[in-house]
């Protein structure tokens, strides 16, 4: 792609976000009653990549079960009949990707069933000092809010970075900074978070937010997808490495590993960079500017990282 054009494509998109998000920015609340305050069944869907929202999704759901709830935690990839109707409180966690919440997570968020009622609190993960933060979880009340649910929660955490380019490109001190999380504040915070959800619920208290302006949201979702992956090339799998362990196939949001043949279908591809990071021998290659991205695991491993778990987990 030549440079001119894609800096036109660029910013064509991103005047577009310009505009997108000029118009969301009241104040909102939910307009239905919470259905029960004396919630028994609790559900928590998360979507985790490198493992860190799944780590605060499944110690949320123990801070919970602590309580007498009775709860039922997994990554929504996992689900299979469970319907969301059957409980009393629904909990949701993502990874914020590419400021904003995964295409894939919101897409099937989507297609849930109406919830009329159904408190529910959202978190997200994110990376660094992070970017959109309160734009994408509004991003994430919203569409649960659209499903008639009552939001009564919200919550960020803070991990080190996942994002592939930011070390192999040679700022590793960008992701190292934070190496220490997350840590027992991090998980301290999670499970405030938990207990406010509850205790939200419990009182009929209902939460009410509001999007902020944030310059870093002009360029997310499709316009950072579109720049990542005009950025991207050499994307397959290395067949003489390979081990089959198929953590590129599970990773993949979206179906677009065929781990058989070695390849990928580039245009299904989100750039999510999850078969990268979770590969553990480095086999699935992927160039990022011509540089060969180095996944996370393997950066974990290079620099003796290992990430905590908190003790209290479901």
């Known amino acids: ?26 104040e909102k609340i939910a307009v239905y ?42 990554d929504y990839r996992k689900v299979e009949k469970v319907n969301p109707v059957d409980f009393d409180l629904l909990i949701v966690g993502t990874p914020i990707n590419y400021m904003e919440v995964p295409t894939a997570f919101n897409k099937w968020l989507a297609h849930l ?16 000092k992070g970017s959109n933060v309160n734009n994408t979880l509004c991003m994430l009340l919203d569409s649960l809010a659209a499903k008639g649910c009552v939001p009564v929660a919200q919550a960020a955490f803070c991990n080190m970075s996942t994002y592939a380019p930011t070390w192999s490109l040679g700022n590793e001190a960008r992701t190292l900074a934070y190496r220490h999380l997350p840590n027992e504040e991090t998980f301290s915070q ?17 939460l009410s937010y509001k999007r902020e302006f944030e310059f870093s949201g002009l360029f997310k979702g499709g316009v950072s997808i579109w720049a990542s992956k005009a950025l991207t090339s050499n994307h397959h ?32 591809c989100v750039a999510c960079l999850g078969c990268v990071n979770n590969c553990p021998v480095g086999a699935m290659n992927m160039s990022y500017m011509s540089k060969k991205l180095l ?16 003790q209290d987990k479901a």
């Open 1 to 26: 792609m030549k440079r001119r054009n894609f800096i036109f494509g660029l910013g064509a998109l991103a005047l577009g976000s310009i505009y997108c998000g000029a118009v969301m920015s009241e």
């Open 33 to 74: 009653p919470i259905k029960s305050l004396a919630p028994v069944r609790a559900l928590v869907l998360y979507f985790s990549q490198t493992g860190h929202t799944g780590i605060y999704g499944e110690l949320v759901a123990a801070t919970l079960a602590k309580r007498g709830i009775q709860v039922q935690a997994l």
């Open 113 to 128: 069933p109406q919830m009329n009622g159904t408190p529910a609190a959202a978190f997200v993960s994110f990376g660094g």
């Open 190 to 206: 999670v499970r405030s978070f938990a207990a406010a959800a509850l205790e939200n619920t419990r009182a009929g208290r209902k």
């Open 237 to 268: 799998i290395d067949k003489s490495i390979c081990i089959d362990c198929m953590q590129c196939v599970e990773s993949c949001p979206v179906g677009a590993v065929n781990q058989k043949a070695g390849s990928i279908n580039t245009d299904k």
């Open 295 to 310: 996944g996370f695991k393997r950066f974990c491993e290079g620099h003796n990282i290992v990430i905590m778990h908190p």
